[in-house]
């Protein structure tokens, strides 16, 4: 068996004073880690990544990027539902858009581009929701942009990569996940209202079929014919009243909702009211039209109405609205768009938002998305720290794993959820959520908070809401830590006489029925990265003022491990958060306590209260890969030191034995920074290097075959 030396980081944060033990095993079965992130919505100039001037806030895109999110979504959750890409590329002054949650104007300074370059800058995923109701053609041509080379034309039609390379970006982005609408539509979707009753007009609850039905479930699945009634004309930006109502001003123009439609169908209207309006005429152009005659002309495919400018055709009164009764015919529903979106890249993974397609339409469901609220009752209605903690191990537990069909049903997208609490107490809630999940990669694919950035709850913003300033939260900071200190494989850890607390919950707001489970007050998860050569303990001590003391001990074959580092997460008090007068009260540290390492076992370790702590371990082997690392070798990386650890910025190798002049340095997604740093070589055995321009993280430091890994501060 290969020999491997494993730099193990590991947060942790312990409680009591007698000596437990916590085992690892490398070699154990290796499961996937799912992927941790953030639903972030493109509205309001990207949640105030955009200044006014349509130029990045570059103090709030550098927090996003620090935070290395995993996966951002874009355009949002129920935003999405309506949401037009195509308005949100190109000149920043040419795009218009809609809010899809107040039907207002939206100016779209972020757009599928920036997002796409955002996640790109933060080592993180992209998952795009697209809208059901723009049909396939539309869906299949966002994922031309976003993944096709130029040249390869897959949708046909206008060359959609071509498009993305001449605004800036000729390779491809490859977003690997997609969803197709959000929350079942949120009653956003054409699938969703009833024919006589405009959804902006009437309670949504009310007058729309229901999610269970039948009728609207064939809709969804396989498209249809539709007719509607008395619908609002809307604008290219606005379905909202006081945006559409007619201004008198010549040409002006007016949408149907939905596009294509059924060019006979059409019938306009205008005034105060439906029940009061005037039919007005169409006609093919203004060429015979005087100027009160009440004409307008229509383009089926695009669903645009116009009026005349008062020489041709009637100019409508200001201050009343257009109405509008028209039909979609074979119009696309999920099938048609999976499919479309599929021909453009076989490899995406396709989250579906209604969960019944698993059963009514196999094979076109690669997933279902999944969201959470915090709606059960909490058994701890005046202890906020506890109730963070069952929520996650309770309710949410029970949404996730428990009530849901694993053996039968697709995994999971959970690209929402949330906690309303931005303090230590908050960040606890996603501790235990994400440390339980890490066990259940098959089941759930990827899982993140709602909202990174911007939201009328101030205290679920993981990074401060926009008039607050840029700080990241502790809730951010306990993603941030499974982001970039825990690895890609979870792998088996056990423990024995650590000690426990029973813990009560319900795990939902239907069930009152009071459950209880034995919780380790040391919770711990293990993991190693893709390639097998680092391997991460992650401890978390989920009680509020017990310190735990124990040994951890790594137990496989032949293997060297070399502890170089561990960080942590902890606060003074459970409601600490961070403000602009103390930006920096809670974050990763890296672990300044010394640390005992012998044998492959850390001895009587310490982990604090309310606390969350890594180790990681590098894994080296010979540079032949034979089985033996060898004595000779083990003995080198003794003898290869680099510090101070942590530094700020000075780095030191020295080596009595190896020559350092062919150093390289990395981050932990493998990226070479040796090239950007200068540095001075005082001998062929020691040389001193300026990384003060590298950002605040772990970094390997080889030489050869032989890493160590140094902490940035």
Same mark, same amino acid.
């Given at each position: 068996? =290969? =020999?491997?030396?494993?730099?193990?980081?590991?947060?942790?944060?312990?409680?009591?004073?007698?000596?437990?033990?916590?085992?690892?095993?490398?070699?154990?079965?290796?499961?996937?880690?799912?992927?941790?992130?953030?639903? %972030?919505?493109?509205?309001?100039?990207?949640?105030?990544? +955009?200044?006014?001037?349509?130029?990045?806030?570059?103090?709030?895109?550098?927090?996003?990027?620090?935070?290395?999110?995993?996966w951002l979504r874009f355009p949002g959750g129920t935003i999405c539902n309506l949401y037009k890409w195509k308005n949100a590329i190109g000149?920043?002054?040419?795009?218009?858009?809609?809010?899809?949650?107040?039907?207002?104007?939206?100016?779209?300074?972020?757009?599928?581009?920036?997002?796409?370059?955002?996640?790109?800058?933060?080592?993180?995923?992209?998952?795009?929701?697209?809208?059901?109701?723009?049909?396939?053609?539309?869906?299949?041509?966002?994922?031309?942009?976003?993944?096709?080379?130029?040249?390869?034309?897959?949708?046909?039609?206008?060359?959609?990569?071509?498009?993305?390379?001449?605004?800036?970006?000729?390779?491809?982005?490859?977003?690997k996940y997609w969803e197709i609408a959000n929350e079942a539509g949120n009653h956003r979707i054409w699938q969703k209202w009833k024919e006589?009753?405009?959804?902006?007009?009437?309670?949504?609850?009310?007058?729309?079929?229901?999610?269970?039905?039948?009728?609207?479930?064939?809709?969804?699945?396989?498209?249809?014919?539709?007719?509607?009634?008395?619908?609002?004309?809307?604008?290219?930006?606005?379905?909202?009243?006081?945006?559409?109502?007619?201004?008198?001003?010549?040409?002006?123009?007016?949408?149907?909702?939905?596009?294509?439609?059924?060019?006979?169908?059409?019938?306009?209207?205008?005034?105060?009211?439906?029940?009061?309006?005037?039919?007005?005429?169409?006609?093919?152009?203004?060429?015979?039209?005087?100027?009160?005659?009440?004409?307008?002309? +229509?383009?089926?495919?695009?669903?645009?109405?116009?009026?005349?400018?008062?020489?041709?055709?009637?100019?409508?009164?200001?201050?009343?609205?257009?109405?509008?009764?028209?039909?979609?015919?074979?119009?696309?529903?999920?099938?048609?768009?999976?499919?479309?979106?599929?021909?453009?890249?076989?490899?995406?993974?396709?989250?579906?938002?209604?969960?019944?397609?698993?059963?009514?339409?196999?094979?076109?469901?690669?997933?279902?998305?999944?969201?959470?609220?915090?709606?059960?009752?909490?058994?701890?209605?005046?202890?906020?720290?506890?109730?963070?903690?069952?929520?996650?191990?309770?309710?949410?537990?029970?949404?996730?794993?428990?009530?849901?069909?694993?053996?039968? =049903?697709?995994?999971?997208?959970?690209?929402?959820?949330?906690?309303?609490?931005?303090?230590?107490?908050?960040?606890?809630?996603?501790?235990?959520?994400?440390?339980?999940?890490?066990?259940?990669?098959?089941?759930?694919?990827?899982?993140?908070?709602?909202?990174?950035?911007?939201?009328?709850?101030?205290?679920?913003?993981?990074?401060?809401?926009?008039?607050?300033?840029?700080?990241?939260?502790?809730?951010?900071?306990?993603?941030?830590? %499974?982001?970039?200190? %825990?690895?890609?494989?979870?792998?088996?850890?056990?423990?024995?006489?650590?000690?426990?607390?029973?813990?009560?919950?319900?795990?939902?707001?239907?069930?009152?029925?009071?459950?209880?489970?034995?919780?380790?007050?040391?919770?711990?998860?293990?993991?190693?990265?893709?390639?097998?050569?680092?391997?991460?303990?992650?401890?978390i001590n989920n009680t509020k003022q017990d310190t735990i003391q124990t040994d951890i001990e790594i137990l496989t074959d032949s293997l060297?491990?070399?502890?170089?580092?561990?960080?942590?997460?902890?606060?003074?008090?459970?409601?600490? +958060?961070?403000?602009?007068?103390?930006?920096?009260?809670?974050?990763?540290?890296?672990?300044?306590?010394?640390?005992?390492?012998?044998?492959?076992?850390?001895?009587?370790?310490?982990?604090?209260?309310?606390?969350?702590?890594?180790?990681?371990?590098?894994?080296?082997?010979?540079?032949?890969?034979?089985?033996?690392?060898?004595?000779?070798?083990?003995?080198?990386?003794?003898?290869? =030191?680099?510090?101070?650890?942590?530094?700020?910025?000075?780095?030191?190798?020295?080596?009595?034995?190896?020559?350092?002049?062919? +150093?390289?340095?990395?981050?932990?997604?493998?990226?070479?920074?040796?090239?950007?740093?200068?540095?001075?070589?005082?001998?062929?055995?020691?040389?001193?290097?300026?990384?003060?321009?590298?950002?605040?993280?772990?970094?390997?430091?080889?030489?050869?075959?032989?890493?160590?890994?140094?902490?940035?501060?």
């Open positions: 068996m =290969k =020999k491997i030396v494993f730099l193990f980081v590991f947060a942790f944060f312990i409680n009591s004073i007698q000596s437990q033990i916590i085992r690892v095993y490398p070699d154990s079965t290796k499961q996937a880690v799912p992927l941790f992130g953030y639903n %972030f919505t493109y509205a309001s100039n990207g949640n105030h990544l +955009f200044n006014d001037d349509t130029t990045w806030n570059q103090e709030r895109r550098q927090a996003v990027v620090d935070l290395n999110p995993g000149p920043k002054s040419e795009r218009v858009g809609m809010n899809g949650n107040t039907f207002i104007p939206e100016n779209n300074f972020y757009g599928p581009d920036e997002a796409a370059r955002l996640a790109e800058d933060s080592d993180a995923q992209l998952v795009i929701p697209v809208s059901i109701n723009w049909g396939a053609e539309y869906a299949a041509d966002w994922v031309e942009y976003m993944n096709a080379e130029v040249g390869v034309n897959a949708n046909g039609g206008i060359d959609y990569a071509q498009v993305r390379a001449d605004n800036g970006h000729y390779a491809p982005y490859g977003v006589h009753y405009d959804p902006m007009d009437y309670d949504t609850d009310v007058y729309s079929y229901p999610n269970a039905g039948s009728t609207f479930r064939n809709w969804v699945r396989n498209g249809g014919d539709k007719s509607f009634y008395g619908y609002r004309g809307v604008t290219k930006n606005s379905w909202e009243n006081n945006y559409i109502v007619l201004t008198g001003v010549p040409n002006e123009k007016r949408y149907t909702k939905l596009a294509p439609v059924v060019s006979s169908s059409i019938v306009v209207r205008i005034g105060l009211s439906n029940a009061n309006s005037v039919v007005w005429t169409r006609v093919n152009d203004f060429n015979s039209s005087g100027p009160n005659d009440l004409h307008y002309t +229509f383009n089926n495919v695009t669903g645009e109405i116009v009026f005349g400018d008062g020489v041709n055709g009637a100019i409508p009164s200001a201050g009343e609205y257009v109405f509008t009764d028209f039909s979609i015919e074979d119009y696309d529903g999920y099938i048609d768009i999976y499919e479309a979106m599929k021909a453009v890249d076989s490899t995406i993974e396709i989250g579906s938002a209604f969960t019944f397609l698993e059963f009514s339409a196999p094979g076109v469901v690669d997933a279902n998305t999944m969201h959470g609220d915090l709606n059960a009752p909490t058994f701890y209605p005046n202890d906020e720290f506890n109730t963070s903690i069952t929520r996650a191990i309770g309710e949410y537990t029970h949404k996730y794993k428990d009530s849901y069909d694993h053996q039968n =049903k697709p995994p999971l997208f959970v690209t929402e959820i949330g906690t309303y609490d931005r303090t230590m107490k908050g960040a606890m809630f996603y501790l235990m959520l994400y440390s339980r999940v890490a066990q259940w990669g098959k089941e759930i694919r990827m899982i993140g908070a709602n909202y990174l950035l911007g939201t009328s709850q101030v205290n679920q913003c993981h990074i401060d809401h926009s008039w607050m300033g840029s700080n990241i939260q502790p809730v951010g900071y306990a993603t941030t830590l %499974f982001n970039s200190h %825990f690895g890609t494989k979870h792998i088996l850890s056990t423990t024995e006489d650590i000690p426990f607390r029973p813990m009560s919950f319900y795990k939902s707001n239907s069930d009152q029925t009071v459950y209880t489970e034995d919780v380790d007050k040391l919770y711990t998860v293990s993991s190693v990265s893709e390639d097998g050569k680092r391997l991460f303990v992650l401890c060297i491990f070399d502890l170089d580092t561990s960080v942590i997460l902890q606060a003074e008090s459970i409601s600490d +958060f961070n403000t602009s007068a103390e930006p920096n009260k809670v974050i990763i540290k890296p672990m300044l306590d010394s640390i005992i390492y012998q044998n492959s076992k850390i001895l009587d370790h310490k982990f604090p209260p309310a606390s969350a702590t890594v180790f990681e371990f590098t894994l080296i082997e010979d540079e032949e890969g034979d089985d033996d690392l060898g004595l000779d070798n083990a003995n080198s990386l003794l003898d290869f =030191k680099v510090f101070p650890n942590p530094s700020e910025g000075i780095i030191t190798i020295r080596s009595n034995n190896l020559s350092v002049k062919d +150093f390289k340095i990395y981050n932990l997604l493998g990226q070479d920074f040796t090239g950007k740093l200068d540095y001075k070589q005082i001998s062929s055995q020691e040389i001193l290097i300026d990384a003060k321009n590298l950002k605040t993280g772990a970094y390997i430091v080889r030489i050869g075959n032989l890493n160590k890994v140094i902490y940035k501060l």
